[in-house]
Every structure is written in C-alpha cells, then in structure tokens.
C-alpha cells in the first residue's frame, strides 16, 4: 500500500487553492476591465494583434496632431492674407481720393502719412508668427521675414516651402514663402510693399518708380543698348520686333522692340522731348537702382496706361518691359497676387480637413478592431465568475477536511 504523506496532502491542497484563485482573479480582471486580453498570457495571437493596431493608432494620431497644427497655420496665414488685402483696398481708396487735383500739399502729404502707417501696418502683418514661427520666412522660422527701413522692405527668409507628413508617404504644404505670396517671386508684379512705397512716393515726391530693377538678373542694362536683346524675356509673351506704345496722361509714346530698336535711352527721351508733355512729366533712370521713374512736374498724380497691341496679340506690353505701372494698376496687381495665395491657402485648408476626416476614420476603425480582440464577454464573464467561486468555495471544504482528517483509514 502507497503511503501518501501528510506534506503531499497540504501541497495538493494549497496548489487547488491558488489555481481556482488565480482563476478567479483572472475573470475578475476581465470584468473589472471589460477587456478579454490584458496581457500576452490572456492571447497571444490576439495581444500582438493588438499591439499591432495600437501602433497604428500612435502613428494615426501623431499625423492628427500635424493636421491640427498645419491647420492652425492655415488659418493663421488666412487672417495675414486678408488683413494685406484690407489694407491695399485702404490704399486704394486714399489713391482714389489724392487723384483729386484740387487737393494742397498738405492735403497730399497728409495721404503719403497714411501710406506710410498702412506699409508699418503690412510690414508687421507679414512678420506674423504661429506658435513662435514666422509664417512667411520659408525655412528661416525664427527670423522675421520682412524689415522696413523707411524707404525700401527687404526680405530676411527664403524660398522654403514646408511641408508635415499627414500619412504614409503623404505630406502637405504648410506655408507660403514671403518671396512668393508677398513680394510676386521673380516676377515684381504684385509686390504689395513696393507697391505702397511708390503711391507714397506718388504723393511726397509726384514720383512713379518701376517696381524693381528692370534689369533681366544676371544681366545689367545698359540704357544705350536696344532693349529687344536684353529685356524680352520679361514680357509674356516674350516681346519681339513690335512697335509698341503706351500713354502718360492720354499721350501717346511709340516705341519698337525690333533688333537695333529703341533703348531705354531713347525711350525717355521720347518722354522727355514730347511736347505735350513738357511741363509735365519727366523720366529718368538710375543705373545704380536699374530703376526707371517718370516724376511729375506739375504736382499731380501720373496716368500711366498701356496701348495693347492687337495685332501682335500683346498687351501690358510696357508694364512688363519696364516694370513701369500706374498705381492703380499696381493696387490691382498686388491684389490679384493676395488673391492668388488666398486661393492656394484655401484649397490647402480644404485638402487638410479631407486628411482629418480620413485618418479620424483610420482612428475608429482602429479603435474597434482594438475593441473586437479585447471586448469581453459579461455575462459569459459572470456566469464563470460564479462557477469559480463555487469551485473555489468548494476547494477550500475539502481541503479543510483533509487538512483535518490525515489518516486515510478515515475515509474508508
């Protein structure tokens, strides 16, 4: 007869004991957490599933965070764009009203005064920043993009364009380059600074200034030479052997852009021999700036407008040769190039909440793949809660009856 110590007896016991409590704790976790899985023991395959999701739903909400930032700057730039347009539209009415030729000197000063305080204005506009970054200094974020010195804004950025990953392998635009969105690029047309420097130039000085210089970089002018060689590539279309014309307070100045035509020499010459506008105007260029200027003479605003060209199919023909343009025409100029960005900020706004969209959806469905692996079973959860304690409940009876009765005899 095999003799079962009494040791063997309280070791089988102890061990019913604390498997039917561990059980029990296990289906108590479960519904203290609602989840069937809690750790790799609980499921392997199901636990690495989840890991799994919960990686991807990291990764999710990490590109919901860049969305949320992107869109921040967005709106951030759409609020600068509109203020810059407010204020050119400012602009425009103060031109309107210094158009006027019944206005003093005072009176005109008055209006250069106000230009003044709306470029002031512009200037801190374009310096804005989002949470302590530029908006408009391309990857130089933590210099202010635009400095104002009384005379001329120069751009301290560059030509960056950021971009922060919303996918996989998906990126979105988040910023406008001031180069860009707010001097035109390498083209001058829309250049909002300039432009508000030359009507306050307009006004102080009966001064209109070409919006840079009209040099095609990296090449300089010379003001002898014909400019059909050294300037077409600034016109669009390109401009080439045409006779061409434009007007200064309704008078009429030819020019022609033929090989060996006229040069920017001899263009001002053409203004400034002009009888009808002696007395008037006066134009000149500047070597040093490559600028050319047509200043009026007799204290009044200059009307500057192209004759377009039908028959060659040209038009704004001496704005884009000579960067030259009336103020209005500059006003509209830098609106349409606000106009321009707004659009683009726009369709980026539209594009970032059709991202959010889609990764919230990305998120939920993650969520419930995560909740399908884990979500318990509550009442299959209770019903073995129950059976668990009755079999622990169990367990410790018995085992209290054979810790009690040692001698087998006692069984029989």
């Not at 210094?98 to 506009?125: K, W």
């Not at 949470?131 to 974020?141: A, D, E, L, M, V």
């Not at 990126?171 to 030359?198: C, M, R």
Request: net charge negative; charged share 5%.
């Amino acid at each position: 007869m095999i003799r079962i110590s009494n040791q063997t007896l309280v070791n089988n016991a102890v061990f019913n004991i604390d498997q039917e409590m561990a059980n029990l704790a296990q289906t108590q976790e479960v519904l203290s957490t609602g989840k069937s899985v809690n750790q790799p023991s609980d499921n392997p395959s199901a636990f690495a599933q989840i890991l799994s999701f919960l990686n991807e739903q990291n990764q999710n909400q990490a590109y919901q965070s860049n969305v949320t930032s992107a869109q921040g700057l967005n709106q951030t730039t759409q609020s600068a764009l509109q203020s810059l347009q407010n204020i050119l539209q400012q602009a425009g009415s103060l031109y309107t009203e210094g158009e006027n030729g019944a206005l003093s000197a005072q009176d005109r000063q008055n209006i250069a005064t106000q230009i003044g305080q709306l470029i002031q204005q512009a200037v801190g506009i374009a310096n804005t920043n989002f949470n302590g970054q530029y908006i408009f200094s391309g990857s130089n974020t933590q210099t202010a993009p635009f400095v104002y010195n009384g005379n001329s804004v120069t751009y301290q950025g560059n030509n960056a364009v950021l971009t922060l990953p919303v996918g996989n392998g998906e990126n979105i635009q988040t910023n406008l380059p001031g180069s860009e969105a707010l001097l035109g690029g390498s083209k001058p047309y829309g250049n909002i600074f300039q432009t508000l420097i030359n009507i306050q130039q307009s006004f102080q000085n009966s001064q209109t200034s070409s919006l840079m210089g009209i040099n095609n970089p990296p090449y300089t002018v010379n003001p002898a030479a014909s400019i059909n060689s050294q300037l077409g590539n600034f016109a669009t279309p390109p401009i080439v052997n045409a006779n061409l014309s434009f007007q200064i307070d309704g008078v009429t100045i030819n020019y022609s852009t033929a090989a060996g035509g006229d040069s920017v020499n001899s263009i001002i010459a053409a203004i400034n021999t002009n009888p009808s506008l002696s007395g008037v105007v006066k134009a000149s260029f500047d070597p040093t700036t490559q600028q050319i200027s047509i200043q009026s003479l007799n204290g009044k605003l200059i009307d500057l407008q192209d004759v377009p060209n039908s028959t060659s199919g040209i038009t704004g023909n001496f704005t884009q040769f000579m960067q030259l343009q009336g103020n209005l025409t500059q006003i509209q100029a830098a609106q349409q190039l606000i106009n321009n960005n707004e659009a683009i900020v726009g369709s980026l706004s539209n594009r970032l909440t059709q991202v959010q969209t889609s990764l919230q959806n990305q998120s939920s469905s993650f969520t419930q793949a995560i909740s399908n692996l884990q979500a318990a079973n509550v009442p299959q959860e209770i019903t073995t809660l129950s059976l668990q304690q009755t079999a622990l409940q169990a367990a410790l009876q018995t085992s209290s009856i054979v810790l009690q009765q040692t001698n087998l005899f006692n069984f029989l």
